[in-house]
């Protein structure tokens, strides 16, 4: 739809959606569209009455309810993964709202991103996790493809001196996540559609991915399974970086990379106890590198759940790690784009890194033919 004159508003889209609900100090953070106008404000819980006035909802809820958006607090602060404008150019992961400085990812720079679709977002460690798919920008094809990304910065970030990345992030780095199945010809599904949150199985912190393959491919949903140490240990490897427009993308040297290392959190009591006081040189660096090289590898090196041939897509995801009656047994529930949702039952073997899955039911949720 043209929205030219934005008097027009299409198929009830200037209804207000909520996009952000957040519970924090016993109350609710909400964010809505709020026709093309976002707005967040501040709620008690049991009377959902509005606290204080709203603020303005930009860069934390997206104007149109179609954009993909993620949001939770952290530290105090509120982290967001969303877009600014209105027409959905400008994607941003945002913090704001607490005591530490605002802090944004840099403007209109495909390295950091490229048509992102955010799916979550949590907290790790001294860091935030964004997982979200997006254009690849290290491929020599002439054709888009998409691939599925994990995002991280610093929550201590205090973004850069005033010459590079001033209130920017100086820790925002971002790697490939790898859903495949291994064969003569490596088969990924490379569109991230939902994760559960982290997960503590068996002595590890891992999270599940649901994934699929593009609409123009062999239609097929996988269930990719990352150890979350693994996953780190990926952004303390090499960085990707294309020298010239034409040459194809290849890791940066070790004797490349400045010091201290770009993209780490700045460490209390260290020559550089605060990021606004790093080199413009590691500044520079973490600007133009913000891809890992490596993929995040995934545990047991196949899915745990994989799904071909179906003629409907797999595009949400529960899990429940207490079910059965001694309530420990792990259970999926994977929805369908048909409405019907199929329930798996997670089969661990001792070394903790083989699986398979026992394929349970097949519920009909919601079926839009009818
Ligand atoms: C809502 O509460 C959060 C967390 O307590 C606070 O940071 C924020 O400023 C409040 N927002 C509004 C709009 O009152
Ligand atoms: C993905 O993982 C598989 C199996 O672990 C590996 O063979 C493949 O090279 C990886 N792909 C990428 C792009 O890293
Ligand atoms: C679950 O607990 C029951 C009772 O303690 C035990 O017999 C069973 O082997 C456990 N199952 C798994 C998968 O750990």
Redesign the pocket.
């Known amino acids: 739809h043209s929205r030219e004159n934005t008097g027009g508003c299409f198929n009830g889209e200037c209804r207000n959606f909520i996009k952000v609900l957040l519970s924090q100090h016993g109350g609710l953070f909400v964010c809505g569209t709020n026709a093309f106008n976002p707005l967040c404000a501040n709620y008690t819980r049991d009377t959902l009455e509005m606290v204080g006035e709203p603020v303005s909802g930009m860069a934390r809820c997206p104007y149109d309810p179609r954009h993909a958006n993620v949001a939770l607090f952290a530290d105090g602060s509120l982290f967001t993964g969303t877009v600014t404008d209105f027409l959905a150019i400008d994607a941003v992961i945002y913090r704001s709202l607490g005591d530490s400085p605002a802090l944004r990812t840099v403007k209109h720079d495909s390295k950091w991103f490229r048509e992102p679709y955010f799916v979550s977002s949590m907290e790790w460690g001294p860091h935030i996790y964004f997982f979200f798919r997006e254009m690849a920008m290290e491929f020599h094809h002439l054709e888009k493809v998409m691939v599925s990304r994990v995002a991280r910065v610093c929550k201590a970030d205090l973004g850069g001196s005033q010459r590079v990345l001033e209130k920017q992030w100086t820790t925002f780095l971002k790697a ?1 996540l ?1 859903c ?1 199945v ?1 064969g003569d010809s ?1 088969f990924y599904f490379n569109l991230l559609h939902a994760t559960s949150g982290i997960i503590h199985m068996q002595g590890r912190d891992v999270i599940l991915g649901l994934f699929s393959t593009p609409p123009n491919s062999i239609p097929g949903s996988a269930v990719c399974v990352f150890d979350m140490q693994q996953l780190a240990h990926v952004f303390e490897g090499r960085f990707k970086e294309q020298k010239s427009p034409e040459s194809i993308w290849t890791p940066v040297p070790d004797e490349a990379v400045p010091k201290p290392r770009p993209g780490g959190c700045a460490v209390q009591g260290s020559r550089f106890s605060s990021s606004t006081t790093l080199p413009d040189e590691v500044l520079n660096f973490v600007k133009t590198h913000p891809l890992m090289d ?2 995040v ?2 545990l047991g ?1 196949r899915p745990w759940v994989v799904k071909t041939m179906g003629r409907y897509q797999l595009t949400a995801m529960v899990v429940d790690t207490e079910a059965g009656p001694h309530k420990n047994r792990t259970v999926l529930f994977l929805g369908s784009t048909r409405g019907t949702i199929l329930k798996f039952l997670m089969v661990q073997s001792g070394d903790s890194v083989s699986h398979s899955s026992v394929f349970l039911e097949e519920v009909e949720g919601f079926n839009p033919e009818k």
Do not use: F, I, Q
Request: charged share 20%; aromatic share 0%.
């Open positions: 490939r790898n495949s291994p490596h490596e993929t590898p995934l090196h």
